[in-house]
């Protein structure tokens, strides 16, 4: 199945259909380049790419004719919100789950089912060499992060588990192998399944990366929040920002969305300020309190979601400004304010800058290419990861083969992110760890 | 019956060998030629025998075939595994076992039936009597006493790769060359091998053997060209058994019910009641000291050549694990031996110092050697210049088995010599060579390993190396091998063939007669009484199901369905480890088939990898260069390999049409 969208506002993906061959899993990827592109390409291939393009098409009765591109609109299979209008087309295979593929996946399969001619493959290539290239840098770059260090650790306590494990299975009847090695598996284990999950609920970086940062613009009427949102076209970071416009009016509404916001632009019109800068902290706070959600609801001004636009600087003598400036900069209790005009565009940049390294702490690891694919293909892997694990402690005082089977399976799948684990690695682990030796 | 076949056997049998090597030795060429008489080479010559190609198995010692060099024992966690699969295709050493086991044990019993290791300590005697007969009644099979002075080799046949052709080989005395199209080099440790004892040094592979294969390490090394590294391992003092105090150790009893190693077999020649016990004790704070106090005095342990990490010398597991307790077990050496083989306790150090040592042992405080401990060092061809039939890559017709391609255990060597020996075979009859698979055994895991990464210490088996652990087990070795090892690979007799073929059929007829018992859980619940079933109440669940559950057996589900399930007695235990292992074996089978698919990829063997026009990092060309990795599979196993660089391989061989399948 291919879908291809037209480039529109909105449009991040489209999405291309392929060949479906005779493999039991239906694989899914985004084919073209990731980020914002003007048209992207999904390739589905599979069982189940009939049903996909039944369920995300709208095609209830018959599919078109294989090779025919209709303009359909592509919907959520399960909510049926629409995502985006784009051209789908099929290509005939031979005929459940449907999973990201890995790595070059796609052409392997191909390749193995017989499907793919030499010119195909070197046409392919290119964009397989793309995807596969640019996921290598990426997680390259992603391994560097804090991210990375985080799953590194994952793998290097679970290769641990897993040597233990396996060094009481090969080695335990012939040699000294300490009494409660598994017992102390068995509490590793349990920890490192509390955190994975801990941090595939934690969803909200991810996520911010995937769907962009909630920004929520806030003030009072004719503050400017209007100008800002014109004047600022330039996004401040990668994905897609959008600021909900929130008139005072409806302050209950207004408060909730700012409660669900990642980050909440406050802005005042500076000529409402005290004249005297000593009294402009205290202006502020009351001013925040009664457009924040109480600090009960977790937000207090001096929470981190939360930055101060000193509008209409322009109509501010500069020394009053200035002096103003001084009074607020690091001011305990307040979060950090700019002056600028939208009108002049004086400050504009400074702004920019604050704005961008907030959403920068608020996405986690900045990232220069978009991590879409890889985000999705990590949450797959940490959530059987965590499964896997599941089975060791199911079958750990029934048959450890198949609680190693567990450890190993879950290993197997984080090692998807951070590099394949070979047995030599484990038998490293277990020579390092014990003293094997007839 | 066969006790008694085999005591009367005993007194002609090697007579008969020397009859057959000396007045009947006419012939000049064979079908295949394979040197050396140890685990590697009797399971070589046995298989190509079998095949149907005229074998020659020449040996330096007719009376050392069958020999158990080191330790008296076979099978074990991992090792056990082999030992059923290379019964599976026919081979020697479970059968042998069987007849000489004196010690049954299945061990890892509470770990479950995959990893189960089935062991047998031996009778040296009969395990070489066995073998030794074996051979003899093997028809096409001829056995030679000699020493193999030079590989005879001319220009490759320029329809198949590689730069020579093994023609056949030339004896030490021997004027005139034997020729062949196969040869099997099975040499062991006596390729290039020294002796280490002490601060003395000589040359030789095992002691009070003669030494060997100047000529043959010659021809490896210059003519063909081979890579050869040093390996070292090395074997205890055997004690006499009178001067040890047993009840200062712990006794080990064996398995009350010997379970046979070989599918042929229901009972070993040993009876339950006959069994010998081990015995189990440890070292102490002075043995600790009388190594470090002779470390000056131990040329072998102050050498590079790397041994193995996991059956290391007393001397290296002490400086290696200060301070600490290691175990030793005391093994009988056979019914009628008076020595004990003190496993655990390899040491090189000189002769007075061992006898200190093992005196600061409480059981051992009197003891007395026979023969001392002795290090041994030797070259192995980096068995990455090897194919998946063994062959190797530059030279035609030239299979490597057992040490000689750096791994250790009997049970390696055993299931290299058979596998080689079925691709000389194979070559002889001019029939293509075969692989086994990863996914389908452990001789397939073990070759793989091998041919795809290289050894950098000396090779053992473990489960833990197998990806498919769950499927490769010790139960189902003669379901995996034995209808392929008849029907295509052409190593198995058709006695066992058939034999495997009915218990198949029975197998999927009980599964099926099990599937076709369903009931709801509460019906189960009331048939089998208390029982603890997870499902809801209206679940339906069939008896394959059922028999997943830890407290289900199949008795009890027979004596529930007696008309449908009692016929199937039989094979209640191979049922209950199916029923377990199969929700799991199923699901593997999608990553087991992509492993397949890209074994059968394969890579040509002269590909020139560092100036290959394609997108690869100098890192992953050099890492290719070096292995040269048979298949797309191997190479993908590679550290350092890249998902980009596999696909980036793909393309380049595909384009060029260089691909071909196995």
Redesign the interface.
């Known amino acids: 199945i291919f879908f291809v969208h037209r480039a529109s506002p909105s449009a991040r993906g489209l999405c291309i259909p392929t060949r479906a061959v005779c493999?039991?899993?239906t694989i899914f990827a985004l084919s073209s380049g990731h980020g914002r592109c003007g048209v992207a390409v999904v390739r589905v291939s599979g069982p189940a790419s009939s049903m996909v393009l039944r369920n995300m098409a709208g095609l209830t009765q018959a599919l078109p004719p294989p090779r025919t591109a209709l303009l359909r609109r592509i919907t959520d299979p399960k909510s049926k919100e629409l995502l985006d209008r784009g051209l789908v087309l099929w290509f005939k295979g031979s005929l459940e789950g449907v999973r990201p593929a890995?790595?070059?996946e796609f052409?392997?399969r191909a390749?193995?089912a017989g499907k793919l001619g030499?010119t195909e493959?070197?046409g392919l290539?290119d964009l397989?060499?793309a995807e596969?290239?640019a996921?290598?840098r990426q997680a390259l770059r992603q391994m560097d992060g804090e991210l990375g260090r985080l799953y590194q650790d994952w793998s290097y306590r679970l290769k641990r588990c897993l040597a233990h494990v396996?060094a009481?299975?090969?080695?335990s009847?012939?040699?000294?192998i300490e009494d409660g090695v598994l017992n102390q598996v068995d509490s590793s284990v349990r920890q490192l399944e509390t955190e994975i999950e801990r941090h595939l609920k934690d969803e909200r970086r991810g996520e911010r990366l995937r769907t962009g940062v909630q920004v929520v613009i806030a003030g009072a009427t004719n503050a400017g929040k209007s100008s800002l949102l014109n004047t600022h076209r330039v996004p401040p970071s990668r994905g897609t920002t959008r600021r909900p416009l929130v008139e005072r009016e409806g302050v209950r509404r207004a408060r909730q969305r700012v409660e669900q916001a990642d980050l909440t632009l406050v802005v005042v019109d500076s000529t409402q300020l005290p004249p005297d800068p000593q009294l402009v902290a205290a202006f502020l706070q009351q001013h925040l309190s009664t457009v924040l959600p109480s600090p009960e609801a977790g937000m207090t001004a001096a929470s981190d979601k939360v930055l101060l636009v000193l509008n209409k600087s322009d109509l501010v003598p500069e020394e009053q400004r200035e002096r103003t400036e001084g009074e607020l900069r690091e001011r305990p209790g307040l979060p950090p304010a700019c002056f600028l005009s939208c009108s002049t565009s004086t400050g504009l940049e400074d702004f920019l800058t604050v704005l961008q390294s907030r959403v920068k702490t608020l996405c986690g690891d900045p990232l220069s290419g978009a991590p879409s694919l890889t985000q999705a293909r990590h949450r797959a892997h940490l959530q059987q990861s965590v499964q896997a694990l599941n089975q060791y402690h199911q079958y750990r005082d029934?048959?450890?083969?198949?609680a190693?089977?567990g450890v190993r399976l879950a290993l197997t799948h984080l090692g998807r992110i951070t590099g394949r684990v070979?047995?030599?690695e484990?038998?490293d682990i277990?020579?390092r760890d014990f003293?094997?030796?007839? | 019956m066969l006790a008694q076949k085999l005591h009367l056997l005993r007194h002609n049998v090697l007579s008969f060998v020397s009859s057959r090597t000396g007045s009947d030795f006419t012939r000049r060429q064979y079908d295949v030629i394979v040197v050396g008489g140890g685990h590697a080479g009797t399971e070589a010559a046995a298989a190509a025998a079998r095949l149907g190609a005229e074998t020659l198995l020449i040996t330096q010692k007719i009376m050392t075939i069958g020999a158990l060099s080191c330790?008296p024992s076979l099978g074990?966690?991992?090792k056990g595994q082999l030992v059923r699969e290379v019964d599976a295709l026919d081979g020697l050493c479970g059968r042998a076992g069987d007849a000489a086991g004196v010690h049954f044990s299945i061990?890892?019993r509470?770990?479950?039936?995959?990893?189960w290791?089935p062991r047998a300590q031996l009778d040296r005697e009969r395990y070489r009597q066995f073998i030794q007969s074996e051979l003899l009644s093997t028809p096409r099979l001829t056995v030679l006493e000699g020493s193999v002075d030079e590989l005879l080799v001319s220009q490759p046949n320029p329809e198949e790769p590689g730069h020579h052709r093994v023609t056949g080989i030339r004896l030490v005395d021997g004027s005139h060359p034997i020729l062949s199209s196969s040869v099997v080099l099975t040499t062991g440790t006596f390729l290039s091998g020294s002796l280490f004892m002490g601060q003395t040094t000589s040359p030789g592979g095992r002691m009070g053997d003669a030494q060997s294969c100047a000529g043959l390490s010659y021809t490896l090394k210059e003519t063909l060209g081979l890579r050869v590294g040093r390996l070292r391992t090395g074997t205890p003092p055997r004690i006499v058994k009178e001067s040890v105090d047993l009840s200062l150790a712990q006794l080990q009893a064996p398995d009350k019910q010997p379970t046979p190693f070989s599918f042929l077999n229901t009972h070993t020649r040993c009876k339950p009641e006959e069994q010998l016990p081990c015995y189990l004790t440890h070292t102490t704070p002075g043995v600790e000291r009388v190594v470090r106090e002779s470390v000056h005095l131990n040329c072998h342990i102050q050498q590079d050549a790397k041994g193995p990490?996991?059956?290391?010398s007393i001397e290296?597991?002490v400086l290696?694990?200060p301070g600490?307790?290691?175990?030793v077990?005391l093994e009988p050496e056979g019914l009628t031996s008076d020595l004990l083989y003190p496993?655990?306790l390899s040491m090189t150090m000189p002769p007075e110092l061992q006898l200190r040592l093992l005196r600061e042992i409480p059981a051992l405080h009197r003891a007395e050697i026979r023969t001392p401990g002795y290090g041994v060092q030797y070259d192995f061809v980096c068995p990455t210049q090897l194919t998946p039939s063994l062959q190797v890559k530059s030279t035609q017709g030239l299979f490597l088995a057992g040490q000689i391609n750096g791994t250790t255990g009997y049970e390696e060597a055993a299931a290299q010599g058979l596998w080689a020996g079925v691709n000389a075979g194979r070559t002889a009859l001019s029939l293509p060579p075969m692989a086994l698979s990863r996914t389908q055994s452990y001789i397939g895991v073990l070759i793989d390993d091998l041919v795809g990464?290289g050894v950098t210490e000396p090779y053992r088996m473990?489960?833990?190396?197998a990806e498919f652990?769950?499927y490769l087990r010790p139960d189902n070795a003669d379901l995996r091998l034995t209808p392929r090892g008849f029907e295509e690979v052409g190593c198995v007799t058709l006695r066992r063939y058939k034999k495997a073929v009915s218990v198949r059929d029975g197998l999927q007829e009980a599964l099926m007669a099990l599937q076709s018992v369903a009931l709801s859980s509460t019906r189960w619940r009331e048939k089998l009484g208390n029982i603890s079933l997870s499902e809801n109440k209206s679940t339906t669940l069939n008896g394959l199901d059922l028999l997943q559950y830890?407290d289900v057996s199949f008795e009890m589900l027979a004596s529930a369905f007696p008309e449908c399930l009692s016929q199937y007695f039989e094979y209640s235990q191979r049922l209950k480890i199916e029923a377990?292992?199969r929700p799991?074996c199923e699901k593997q089978?999608?990553e087991m088939e992509r492993i397949r698919?890209?074994e059968s990829l394969s890579l040509p063997s002269d590909m020139d990898y560092l100036s290959l026009p394609v997108?690869l990092s100098q890192e992953v060309r050099e890492i290719l260069d070096r292995v040269r990795p048979n298949t797309l599979g191997a190479a993908t196993?590679l550290?350092g390999m890249?998902?980009?660089g596999?696909?980036?391989l793909?393309?380049y061989v595909?384009?060029t049409g260089f691909m071909h399948m196995l």
């Open positions: 493999d039991a899993e890995e790595a070059g052409t392997r390749f193995h030499l493959v070197e290539g397989i060499h596969t290239e996921q290598r396996e009481f299975i090969d080695f009847e012939d040699e000294l029934q048959d450890l083969a198949l190693a089977e070979g047995a030599e484990i038998l277990i020579f003293c094997i030796g007839k | 330790n074990g966690v991992g061990l890892n509470s770990k479950g039936p995959a990893v290791g990490r996991y059956c290391p290296s597991r290696r694990f600490r307790r290691h175990q077990w496993q655990g990464r473990f489960t833990s190396r652990r769950t830890k377990v292992y799991h089978s999608r698919s890209e997108s196993r550290p890249t998902p980009a596999i696909i980036h793909l393309n595909l384009r």
